[in-house]
């Protein structure tokens, strides 16, 4: 029987360790496979991010996910460059503080101001569950294709649908209220197996904060705790949403009455909401056709 030497076993054993080191390969090519990999020099690069213009976040999968321009490339180079190098710290500067000069050549400030709204319909979970999966798609398609439309007549975005909801964005809080008025009544002339479905939404004004093509922040959460108030139907806003269009002096253009929601008797504190935020029925002018359709007892819901 053959017995190892103990050169021999040294031998073999440093071949091993010497195949798990990464090779490197010499000269200015080298050097720059290592640096592309330092990670101080990446670490260096993401606080000189945070000092250039635009967003120094950009290039994550949030910041990532919308269309067009530089937003469009940052997506790329997150799919496609390596995640801890050098050369994507790099290529996202470059792309953030493009998105950032784009922005304000445009004019148009990052976080402006939009106006936000909120949809959804009362008692559709608990209806479904009775009428069924095809009654249940009926109902959404058509409610879908008479609220739309008002919405975007008016120069609405319809951000996402959340199943019997919908989020959309607007620049004007006075066209965003006469538009949802409009998708309101229409919603009233829906029926579907005898059952005809009521809409709630709700309005607020402030600057979200856009991500792709998404808007998330304080505010958007705001808007959909304004929406939940209009607990049996209609319409709720917001103060700074009505502060905006009395300013304008849209109220009387509109043809619409407000009236300040009251607070519920030993109800919780609502959750997500500043404690100094004011909310507003908005009852619907006798032209739009939606008066009768107004529930005066919703306003002590």
Do not use: C
């Not at 050097?31 to 290039?59: C, K, Q, Y």
């Not at 579907?192 to 709630?200: E, L, Q």
């Amino acid at each position: 029987m053959d017995v190892e030497s103990f050169d021999e076993r040294s031998a073999r054993t440093g071949e091993v360790e010497r195949s798990e080191v990464p090779y490197r390969q010499p000269g200015p090519l080298g050097w720059i496979t290592a640096t592309n990999h330092n990670a101080s020099v990446i670490a260096m690069l993401r606080r000189v991010r945070r000092a250039l213009p635009g967003d120094p976040e950009f290039g994550d999968p949030l910041s990532a996910a919308g269309e067009g321009g530089p937003r469009a490339a940052a997506r790329a180079a997150d799919r496609l460059l390596e995640r801890e190098a050098v050369s994507r710290e790099v290529s996202l500067g470059a792309l953030q503080v493009w998105q950032a000069l784009t922005e304000r050549v445009s004019g148009r400030p990052a976080n402006r101001e939009m106006t936000l709204v909120f949809t959804d319909l009362v008692g559709f979970s608990a209806w479904s569950l009775s009428a069924g999966d095809d009654a249940t798609l009926r109902l959404l398609r058509r409610v879908a294709q008479v609220m739309e439309p008002p919405l975007l007549a008016e120069g609405g975005h319809i951000v996402k649908r959340m199943g019997d909801g919908a989020m959309a964005v607007f620049g004007d809080p006075a066209t965003a209220v006469r538009a949802v008025l409009r998708a309101l009544d229409a919603v009233g002339t829906v029926e579907v197996d005898g059952y005809t479905p009521r809409m709630r939404a709700g309005i607020h004004t402030g600057h979200p904060q856009r991500i792709g093509s998404d808007w998330l922040g304080v505010d958007v959460n705001i808007a959909a705790r304004v929406m939940e108030r209009a607990t049996r139907g209609g319409l709720v806003i917001s103060h700074p949403t009505l502060e905006r269009v009395t300013e304008n002096g849209a109220l009387d253009e509109l043809g619409v009455t407000v009236k300040k929601v009251r607070k519920q008797l030993f109800a919780a504190k609502p959750s997500g909401v500043p404690e100094d935020l004011h909310m507003y029925w908005v009852k619907p002018a006798p032209q739009l056709g939606g008066a009768d359709r107004f529930d005066a007892d919703a306003e002590g819901a």
